[in-house]
Nanobody, 118 residues
Framework: QVQLVESGGGLVQAGGSLRLSCAASGSTLRITTMGWYRQPPGKQRDMVAYISIGGSRTYSDSLKARFTISRDNAKNTAYLQMNGLKPEDTAVYYC????????????WGQGTQVTVSS
């Protein structure tokens, strides 16, 4: 099993920046792609970005100009740098990891709240 723990959320003013971290533990060798999703209040959970174990990145088209995903495989940690934050970025941000086998996972963290004030 894999456990994911997000950190770095909080309250920030519009235009500010936050860096989220997602630390994986447990059977981390099973992890391939890691990603970030977000769920605004009363809305569905949507993909923000994901990154392969080799570093290939995919972004939501509406966010790629302001958000950057990265990972440190040695630390089993993924990051999401968010710049130019807007009130509409307010959401719970979830970390996600895929299992190499496809028979297990995907794994999810508990989420971290990001609130952007206007």
């Amino acid at each position: 099993q894999v456990q994911l723990v997000e950190s770095g959320g909080g309250l920030v003013q519009a235009g500010g920046s936050l860096r989220l971290s997602c630390a994986a533990s447990g059977s981390t060798l099973r992890i391939t792609t890691m990603g970030w999703y977000r769920q605004p209040p009363g809305k569905q959970r949507d993909m923000v970005a994901y990154i392969s174990i080799g570093g290939s990145r995919t972004y939501s088209d509406s966010l790629k100009a302001r958000f950057t995903i990265s990972r440190d495989n040695a630390k089993n940690t993924a990051y999401l740098q968010m710049n130019g934050l807007k009130p509409e970025d307010t959401a719970v941000y979830y970390c996600n990891a895929e299992d190499w086998s496809g028979a297990c996972g995907p794994y999810w963290g508990q989420g971290t709240q990001v609130t952007v004030s206007s």
